[in-house]
């Protein structure tokens, strides 16, 4: 199965500022079939983006996706304070579907 | 709006099998997509468990394919999942939720449940 691998851990920055997060394929993912999604405490998930760069319906253009192969980057242009989540990517070009393990944004 | 809503005992014994219900609204399972199951235990991540097609085709994660099965119940709208001989690695939140996937991939999750956490033990 593909692995994902999300970098950095935790990312500690403040309101306004610009928030890049990465994820990393242990093998090209098919089609750019890459989803992105944003989880705060005690909710379910929510979709963000889906193929790389197509944001889900009602998500905001501060969000923003790009990538492609093995490497892929979710881009938070200006952060708002309902933007300090977990954020998640997940591959779905090969099954099983696979989760990365996680990307904790923090009010620093 | 398309809801989920998942429904099933709290708390399951070890050996057991867990069962979980997804009813959906706001939209008919007989009308396409595949409706599927993530979990994601207790302060880790997400793990995709299986998915279903309203006309019964299923696929599942090969991890934990001996063991689930998922069953689709058009007249009332629901799914459902089945995970057999549970121990205290399956205590997790479960969620349901819509799955864009199709027979020969999976796919990504638009909608989603507000997940119900299972617990595994004596």
Known sequence: ??????????????????????????????SNYLAWYQQKPGQAPRLLIYGASSRATGIPDRFSGSGSGTDFTLTISRLEPEDFAVYYCQQYGYSPGTFGQGTKLEIK | ?????????????????????????GYSISSGYYWGWIRQPPGKGLEWIGSIYHSGITYYNPSLKSRV???????????????????????????????????????????WGQGTLVTVSS
């Open chain 1, 1 to 30: 199965e593909i692995v994902l691998t999300q970098s950095p851990g935790t990312l500690s920055l403040s309101p306004g500022e610009r928030a890049t997060l990465s994820c990393r394929a242990s093998q090209s993912v098919s």
């Open chain 2, 1 to 25: 709006q398309v809801q989920l809503q998942e429904s099933g005992p709290g708390l399951v014994k070890p050996s057991e099998t867990l069962s979980l219900t997804c009813a959906v609204s």
């Open chain 2, 69 to 111: 099965t998922i069953l689709v119940g058009t007249s009332k709208n629901q799914f459902s999942l089945k995970l057999s001989s549970v121990t205290a690695a399956d205590t997790a939140v479960y969620y349901c939720a819509r799955d864009w996937g199709g027979s020969t991939r999976p796919g990504y999750f638009d909608y």
